[in-house]
């Protein structure tokens, strides 16, 4: 499940999380939009149950933490650990991509 993302999260969630991942997005960006499902679907997944998968709309609940981390492309996936970047993938690569992304960064 994709959790929403609010800036106040930081603080209290991801900052103390092992391993968490942040899609920042946005609602009119197609790429984003195709994203999502995915990102939701993988979420769910047994391989990353352990990980909490957020969603962060950059002009809504993320905008801070989007700015704070330089986002200037959207969509952009980070995978944190305590609150520190781990890795980042840019655009929706396929969903093939993204596990793989995944797989390097959270198994």
Do not use: H
Not at 31 to 47: E, F, G, I, R, W
Not at 79 to 91: C, D, I, P
């Amino acid at each position: 499940m994709l959790i929403d993302f609010k800036d106040e999260n930081w603080e209290d969630k991801i900052k103390n999380e092992d391993k968490c991942v942040i899609q920042f997005s946005s609602s009119w960006c197609q790429p984003c939009q195709n994203l999502k499902p995915v990102m939701s679907t993988l979420s769910d997944s047994d391989k990353y149950k352990d990980n909490n998968f957020y969603y962060a709309d950059i002009e809504e609940g993320g905008i801070n933490l989007g700015s704070a981390m330089g986002i200037r492309s959207i969509p952009c996936t980070i995978v944190f650990s305590k609150g520190e970047e781990v890795e980042r993938l840019l655009g929706f690569p396929g969903e093939a991509k993204v596990k793989e992304f995944l797989n390097k960064s959270l198994v």
